[in-house]
């Protein structure tokens, strides 16, 4: 156990339909990450919460928002679902924003299905 | 933006050594970063760089030239459990977010 809680581990949806991805970081981490990993590719960064302030954005698409609320867990919100959003979705946290030394911790994901 | 580039396989036998080879351009480098990842499971830190210079951890060491923007993983005396995907991550700018590469699947052969 990482010590970074993701749930649900699995989700199998409709098109169309609205999702909400749970991520809890480690005990003491500020910092949550959210990336998404299609099948054989790699980490696609989408958004970077620092103490429930939003810090950084990569390609994460309209249709996705997130936020980090005042308990520090965050949530990934993915909205009119397409069957390309198929993905493992990871939250990873780190101490501070640099995540020198140690690095991110990364939960173990959620593999979402859309069908 | 940023580019990071790692070959997409290697194979190499148990006992060996392996270099897996990344190269990147950035702007605002804070630091180097490797992971290994087993497939369908998440990715658990190996090593970071920030200074030039080798760093050595057990089994496992890397290397950084930010002049050359290139670093590398070492891994010694493979073992079949070194079998994974290793990924190649870029933290810059003052968000520090990571930036990572498409990963080096690494095939340790008896």
């Known amino acids: 156990d990482s010590g970074v809680t993701q749930t649900p581990k699995h989700l199998i949806t409709a098109t169309g339909q609205r999702v909400t991805l749970r991520c809890s970081p480690r005990s003491g981490d500020l910092s949550v990450y959210w990336y998404q990993q299609s099948l054989d590719q790699g980490l696609q960064f989408l958004i970077q919460y620092y103490n429930g302030e939003e810090r950084a954005k990569g390609n994460i698409l309209e249709r996705f928002s997130a936020q980090q609320f005042p308990d520090l867990h965050s949530e990934l919100n993915l909205s009119s679902l397409e069957l390309g959003d198929s993905a493992l979705y990871f939250c990873a946290s780190s101490v501070d924003q640099q995540a020198s030394n140690y690095g991110y911790t990364f939960g173990s994901g959620t593999r979402l299905t859309v069908v | 933006g940023q580019n990071i580039d790692q070959p997409t396989e290697m194979t190499a036998t148990e006992g060996a050594i392996v270099q897996i080879n990344c190269t990147y351009q950035t702007s605002g480098f804070n630091g180097l970063f490797w992971y290994q990842q087993h497939a369908g499971e998440a990715p658990t830190f190996l090593s970071y760089?920030?200074?030039?210079g080798l760093e050595e951890k057990g089994r496992f060491s890397s290397f950084l030239s930010r002049s050359k923007g290139y670093s590398y993983l070492l891994l010694k005396e493979l073992q079949m459990k070194d079998s994974a995907s290793y990924l190649c991550a870029v933290s810059s700018g003052l968000a520090g977010k990571s930036t990572f590469g498409d990963g080096t699947t690494l095939t340790v052969k008896p």
């Open positions: 760089n920030v200074l030039d």
